[in-house]
């Protein structure tokens, strides 16, 4: 195996988690064109969707490798909220992915009662102990009972009752520093001041943080504004301030000449 692959691997699939979590794209490439934007705009992170595209493939879908620059990976560890893949690989994350991996190769045997052959470093190792590790193979049985059941529409007495729970859907989206991003309605987080979703605002409402880029031949007549305490914001579509509730106004010459680029 190659060297960090499995974190590698790991890694991808929660950079593609976290992307598809902040845009309402559904499709695959949708996702990915997302990203690089994202990338691009708030990281200063250079990375085409194609080139992630590749990454993904051959690594998470296709279970190979392909060879990624130590740079690139530490870009995307950043973009997750780590200083470096160095970093993202210490922390609990790769643990939690090395412990599903293990868990993953469980081999159930059902006769009159299920017997479960659990890898022998887990036994040893693992301070959660037999019973732990049985709760969560039976756990993660019911997933895989759920998801076969979707794919080849069969049903199965031992976990039927679990085939009633309904999808759950991120209908809900809060403001992050800049733009609005998907939740889940339920979402406790206090730092999160949740909205019913409305995709077009999701998509098109977000806050200008280069103010020094606008001039009146590119923006007149496509940005609002906000001016508060003295502070002038600028935004990419009519609305109110996230910030602070205010009313935005029509951003005239005058606002994007003097608060604009050129200040």
């Not at 599903?100 to 693992?126: C, D, G, R, W, Y």
């Not at 989206?173 to 609005?180: A, E």
């Amino acid at each position: 195996m190659s060297k960090f692959l499995p974190e590698r691997k790991k890694l991808l699939e929660d950079v593609f988690e976290k992307a598809s979590n902040e845009t309402p794209e559904t499709s695959f490439s949708g996702i990915l064109k997302n990203l690089e934007i994202v990338l691009r705009d708030e990281y200063k992170i250079t990375l085409s969707y194609k080139t992630f595209e590749n990454y993904y493939k051959a690594i998470v879908k296709e279970e190979g490798d392909y060879p990624i620059k130590p740079l690139i990976l530490d870009d995307l560890s950043r973009y997750l909220g780590f200083e470096s893949f160095n970093d993202y690989c210490s922390g609990w994350k790769s643990f939690e992915y090395k412990i599903h991996q293990a868990l993953s190769n469980l081999v159930i045997t059902v006769i009159n009662k299920p017997i479960l052959k659990m890898p022998e470093f887990l036994i040893k190792q693992s301070s959660l102990g037999i019973a732990g590790f049985v709760i969560v193979a039976l756990f993660l049985t019911g997933n895989i009972y759920l998801s076969n059941k979707k794919n080849n529409q069969e049903s199965s007495s031992s976990f039927g009752f679990l085939s009633s729970v309904p999808e759950k859907k991120k209908e809900c989206m809060y403001w992050d520093k800049s733009q609005y991003r998907v939740a889940y309605c339920d979402d406790k987080d206090p730092h999160k001041d949740l909205k019913p979703l409305d995709t077009v605002v999701l998509k098109y409402f977000k806050m200008i943080t280069r103010k020094d880029t606008l001039t009146v031949d590119k923006a007149f007549g496509k940005v609002w504004y906000s001016k508060y305490n003295g502070n002038v914001e600028f935004f990419t579509m009519d609305g109110t301030n996230p910030e602070n509730g205010k009313d935005l106004r029509f951003a005239t010459e005058y606002m994007i000449d003097t608060y604009g680029g050129g200040q």
